[in-house]
């Protein structure tokens, strides 16, 4: 708005904050809006104090607008697995090489050991190749070959990427289907290291780490 000569009006001192925020507190909620509608459960996971299900949209909006504003920090979501994989971490011997398969393995100690991941069975793996299809003995000579000597995975009734394949394999998905047996063969080749008494096998909660050389 201008004035009658075409100058812009003057802001009274004091007032030009409140001139200067309402449009940023509006692109603020207008933001943390958008995060609930489109991101769904990662603003839950990652805003909400407890990280649990916040009661209502209008709550999720409000905590994502003080934590873009900067009032409010991001939650932790990895503190209900960190005692876990400390534990698991104390276990392994400094400057040994582990592959992992879990799914949170950002949270092992990689200033510690050396870690491969599995992620995902028959897409990624220690070059050149896993050898799939050929048996359990198959693959642990081939990873003792690279210098592995420790394995770490989760169990198969643990909810996430290492443990959906089971519906994967009844799919439409030709997708799905076709890495699900990648899975499935990983799958057996933990149970029977961890049957066979042949290999040392500890367990830090919902971890499992496998001695393999």
């Known amino acids: 708005m201008e004035t009658a000569s075409g100058d812009p009006p003057e802001v009274q001192p004091g007032k030009s904050w409140r001139v200067r925020l309402r ?14 509608v489109s991101f769904g459960n990662v603003p839950r996971a990652l805003l909400h104090p407890s990280g649990s299900r916040p009661k209502s949209g209008y709550h999720l ?11 409010v920090g991001f939650s932790d979501r990895y503190r209900t697995y960190r005692r876990e994989f ?14 992992s398969a879990v799914e949170r393995p950002a949270l092992l100690d990689m200033t510690k050991y050396r870690v491969a991941t599995l992620d995902i069975p028959g897409a990624v793996s220690p070059a050149p190749h896993l050898p799939y299809f050929e048996g359990t003995a198959r693959k642990i000579a081939y990873l003792r070959d690279l210098g592995f000597t420790y394995i770490v995975v ?3 009734r643990s909810p996430g990427l290492y443990h959906d394949w089971h519906g994967f394999l009844r799919s439409d998905s030709y997708f799905r289907r076709a890495y ?7 799958q057996s080749t ?24």
Not at 61 to 71: C, F, N, R, Y
Not at 86 to 99: G, H, Q, T
Not at 180 to 186: E, L, V
Request: aromatic share 8%; glycine share 6%.
């Open 23 to 36: 449009p940023a507190a509006g692109t603020v909620v207008i933001l943390a809006a958008f995060m609930a």
């Open 61 to 71: 909006a409000l905590t994502g607008a003080k934590v873009l504003e900067g009032s």
């Open 86 to 99: 400390a534990r698991l971490s104390a276990m392994i011997p400094r400057n040994a090489m582990v592959l």
């Open 154 to 156: 989760e169990p198969d």
């Open 180 to 186: 699900a047996i990648y899975f499935a063969d990983w």
């Open 190 to 213: 933990v149970n029977t290291l961890e049957r066979s008494g042949q290999y040392q096998v500890r367990y830090a909660r919902s971890l499992t780490l496998i001695r393999i050389g």
